[in-house]
Every structure is written in structure tokens, then in C-alpha cells.
Antibody, heavy 116, light 109 residues
């Protein structure tokens, strides 16, 4: 059974940093593109970033370019999102996902709140 | 990276059928057969209902079906039931990135 478990969310001040983690199990992690998707309170889903199987390609939504970095450790079956220079508008539930535009599998999400 | 266009809301009575449209461009919906549909109930994670345009994951009712024509994908729910009331999002591969629709709130009257 495919499982994705996010962690690392919490309350952070504007301008601060946070690192999200996603532990994957139940499939060959190194064989799949992985993504982060977020949902601000009361808003729709927004794709944030994705990363190729070997980490050689990474893509981001314009609003996070230069501030967020997606990475992975295939030996640990883990996906990460380093978030720097956080803004109030980054407040959202962040989901780790596999094949988000295909046979999608998602975690339950972790809440990031950016507030002073 | 423009969002796909969905109606903000649709409604129907139990037993009826409804269709939710999802309009993109030749750079996303029109170019790839990688359109998926998600159902989301309040406070819950999105649930995959349709993938690759028209395929249903195991466990999803056959009352849900998907199709695509040109730059527009559609989700049809037949025999509406109370538990179908939720938000629905379309999603498309767009080359190097992924784009979502703005979401459609389905109300079962």
C-alpha cells in the first residue's frame, strides 16, 4: 500500500524558514517523480514543485521560485521542501504527492502557518 | 502557469446527473492525456476519482466518468447521491509542471 506521511509543519514568523519532510513507503520511491501541492485556508489546490526520479530536474510555481527548494533522498525514501523567506501567503496545508497529474497518491498534509 | 477554468459551483438533485467542465489550453489539457479529477470533502485530503482522462481507480464508483475534447476535460457524475457533495478539482500535466483548476463546489439539493 502506497503511503506518504508529511511532517515538519508549524507556526513560523514572516521571513523565517521551515523544512518539510515526506516519508514514502509501499512503492519504489526512486522510480517516480514527486511533488508538493498546497492549499491555503478556504482556497483551492496549488501545485508548488516537482522533482525527477534522480533529482536532476526540479520545477517550481513562479510564486516560490528562489525561496523554496525541493529535494529528495532515494536511500531514505524521503522527499523534502526547504522553505525560506516565508510570507503570510504561504500559509497552507502542504501535501506530498506522487503522480499528482496521473494515478495520484497523496499524504494527509501538514499545516504551515506564517504569522507574527 | 495559469489555472484551469472550472465553474465555481454546480448543483443537482439526488438521482440526477451533472457534468463539471475543466478548460485549459493547448499547452496542458489539449496536449496530454494526463488529466485527473479529485474529490475533496471539508477537512480531508483530496481523493483521486479519475486519472488519465477517463480511468477510475479501484474502489471509485462507476457513477463517476471522465472525458476530454480538445482543450476541455469533463467529469460526469450520474445518479447523484448526498455523499457526492464536495469540492472537485481537475488537474493536468503541463510539460514540466502541473496545473489545477480553481475547484467546483457540488451541492446535492
Amino acid at each position: 500500500e502506497v503511503q506518504l506521511v508529511e511532517s515538519g509543519g508549524g507556526l513560523v514568523q514572516p521571513g523565517g524558514s521551515l523544512r518539510l519532510s515526506c516519508a514514502a513507503s509501499g512503492f519504489t520511491f526512486s522510480s517516480y517523480w514527486m511533488s508538493w501541492v498546497r492549499q491555503a485556508p478556504g482556497k483551492g489546490l496549488e501545485w508548488v514543485a516537482n522533482i525527477k526520479q534522480d533529482g536532476s530536474e526540479k520545477y517550481y510555481v513562479d510564486s516560490v521560485k528562489g525561496r523554496f527548494t525541493i529535494s529528495r533522498d532515494n536511500a531514505k525514501n524521503s522527499l523534502y521542501l526547504q522553505m525560506n523567506s516565508l510570507r503570510a501567503e504561504d500559509t497552507a496545508v502542504y501535501y506530498c504527492a506522487r503522480d499528482v497529474a496521473g494515478r495520484g497518491y497523496w499524504g494527509q498534509g501538514t499545516l504551515v502557518t506564517v504569522s507574527s | 502557469q495559469s489555472a484551469l477554468t472550472q465553474p465555481a459551483s454546480v448543483s443537482g438533485s439526488p438521482g440526477q446527473s451533472i457534468t463539471i467542465s475543466c478548460t485549459g489550453t493547448s499547452s496542458d489539457v489539449g496536449s496530454y492525456n494526463l488529466v485527473s479529477w479529485y474529490q475533496q470533502h471539508p477537512g480531508k485530503a483530496p481523493k483521486l476519482m479519475i486519472y488519465e482522462g477517463s480511468k477510475r481507480p479501484s474502489g471509485v464508483s462507476n457513477r463517476f466518468s471522465g472525458s476530454k475534447s480538445g482543450n476541455t476535460a469533463s467529469l460526469t457524475i450520474s445518479g447523484l447521491q448526498a455523499e457526492d457533495e464536495a469540492d472537485y478539482y481537475c488537474c493536468s500535466y503541463a510539460g514540466s509542471n502541473v496545473v489545477f483548476g480553481g475547484g467546483t463546489k457540488l451541492t446535492v439539493l
